[in-house]
Antibody, heavy 127, light 107 residues
Framework: DVQLVESGGGLVQPGRSLRLSCTGS????????MNWFRQTPTMGLEWLGF??????????DLAPSVEDRFSISRDDSKNVAYLQLSSLRADDTAVYYC??????????????????WGQGTPVTVSS | DIQMTQSPSSLSASVGDRVNITCRAS??????LNWYQQKLGTAPNVLIY???NLRSAVPSRFSGSGSGTDFTLTISSLQPEDFATYYC?????????FGLGTKVEIK
């Protein structure tokens, strides 16, 4: 079965950094684009960015709202994607999820959707 | 960024009711629209992708329609397990964006 498990969340002080991990199993991890999201009661679901698979050079696309503070990497030998968070602020407090991208071509275009998600890891930024 | 506006933000319905949730994009997104269901304390789960394609194992009472800027998720006969929050999401361009959700509650 496909499974994604996030880890690394917790309580962190403002201005500090944190690295979240997303470990996949049950599928060819290296073949997939991996995404990161976060969710808060006030802001809802926010896509943070993705990292492409090796076939597409492992390119990264980050949301403008976080591109100056967050980064994404992957280690396909370990089936892990990472989200590096830096200069953390109180409004980064959220549940962070990773998810896999699948593509549908029934319309003639590649429609991306997120077919498997992790359970989420909470991050609290507070002094 | 493309803004996704869902309505209503919440609704109360009874088991067996037909429910429609609408989603409007701030610009034309073709059929690059997905719908997710999220239950409390769990991650979102995709129901519909590319506007109208039902994900495998999702009950046929769920359906999606629309293109361009206006989309609808329909639950033809609401079941007890359908009480949840539903989100639309555009994958036309990054940053991918979600609606704020529609919470479906028991009447």
């Amino acid at each position: 079965d496909v499974q994604l498990v996030e880890s690394g969340g917790g309580l962190v002080q403002p201005g500090r950094s944190l690295r979240l991990s997303c470990t996949g199993s049950g599928f060819m991890f290296g073949d997939y684009v991996m995404n990161w999201f976060r969710q808060t009661p006030t802001m809802g679901l926010e896509w943070l960015g993705f990292i492409r698979n090796k076939a597409y050079g492992g390119a990264i696309d980050l949301a403008p709202s976080v591109e100056d503070r967050f980064s994404i990497s992957r280690d396909d030998s370990k089936n892990v994607a990472y989200l590096q968070l830096s200069s953390l602020r109180a409004d980064d407090t959220a549940v962070y999820y990773c998810a896999r991208t699948s593509y549908d071509t029934s319309t003639g275009y590649h429609t991306a959707y997120f077919d498997f998600w992790g359970q989420g890891t909470p991050v609290t930024v507070s002094s | 960024d493309i803004q996704m506006t869902q309505s209503p933000s919440s609704l109360s319905a009874s088991v067996g009711d037909r429910v429609n949730i609408t989603c409007r994009a701030s610009r034309n997104i073709g059929r690059f629209l997905n719908w997710y269901q999220q239950k409390l304390g769990t991650a979102p789960n995709v129901l519909i992708y590319a506007a109208s394609n039902l994900r495998s194992a999702v009950p046929s009472r769920f359906s999606g329609s629309g293109s361009g800027t206006d989309f609808t998720l329909t639950i033809s006969s609401l079941q007890p397990e359908d009480f949840a929050t539903y989100y639309c999401q555009q994958s036309y361009t990054t940053p991918y964006t979600f609606g704020l959700g529609t919470k479906v509650e028991i009447k």
